[in-house]
């Protein structure tokens, strides 16, 4: 499981954004968006590189959890 902070996302449709945007590139990933936490936990056979990536094509700011 990839942990990821996402700074940006507000609402129902930041979540769905970042989850189709995630599993358009792999479809069996599975994604949890905390956005009170503005996390996104991330199972996935993509690199960590490129679902940041991915988020931040959405327009969104992405790093990896420490």
Not at 3 to 9: C, L, Y
Request: glycine share 6%; charged share 20%; with cysteine.
């Amino acid at each position: 499981m990839q942990v990821f902070n996402v700074q940006g996302m507000t609402c129902a449709h930041c979540v769905r954004a970042v989850t189709n945007a995630i599993q358009e590139q792999d479809p069996t990933a599975q994604v949890q968006v905390d956005l009170a936490k503005g996390e996104v936990k991330v199972q996935s056979q993509l690199e960590a590189e490129q679902v940041m990536g991915l988020i931040q094509e959405e327009g969104y700011t992405a790093t990896r959890a420490q």
